[in-house]
């Protein structure tokens, strides 16, 4: 398999992933404001589990090696996997399985394979109520709606 854009360096330059379709709403978002840019759709939403209100806590160990933190959880299994600078448990699931859509524990952004871009939770009306879940198991309250 082809390496992944560098597996060390966190921004392989996201901003090449966008610059084709329906980029330019994309761009009134998250243009100047540094961060990287979520997509506020996505084609794989059908995959998600049906149960997401409720998801294992942040502090499960990666079901593969048992890396204890910053893991990331399947939206469609609910399966734990540690990060590609872990050692990529996540990316072999979504290899093996194609469960495209995975939260992550250390920052609770979303992130779709398939689409190879971030996601934004709160705008996605499907993403929302997981990652509100999420959010609670992390910091013991509700999220800060924008
Ligand atoms: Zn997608
Ligand atoms: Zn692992
Ligand atoms: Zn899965």
Redesign the pocket.
């Known amino acids: 398999m082809a390496e992944k854009a560098g597996s060390s360096s966190s921004t392989s330059n996201p901003l090449t992933l966008i610059i084709e379709d329906e980029v330019e709403e994309e761009l009134l978002y998250g243009a100047g404001s540094g961060w990287v840019q979520a997509l506020t759709s996505c084609d794989h939403l059908a995959s998600l589990s049906s149960d997401l209100a409720h998801i294992p806590p942040p502090q499960t160990p990666c079901s593969q090696c048992q890396n204890p933190k910053e893991n990331w959880v ?6 734990v996997f540690c990060s590609r600078f872990v050692n990529k448990h996540m990316l072999q ?2 290899e093996q ?1 194609t ?1 495209c859509l ?1 939260l992550s524990y250390s920052d609770l952004s979303v992130w779709c394979f398939s689409c190879d871009a971030y996601l934004d939770a709160q705008v996605i009306q499907e993403l929302r109520p997981v990652h509100e879940v999420a959010y609670i198991l992390k910091f013991g309250e509700a999220p800060p709606f924008r």
């Open positions: 399947c939206l469609c299994c609910k399966d699931h979504y399985s469960h995975a």
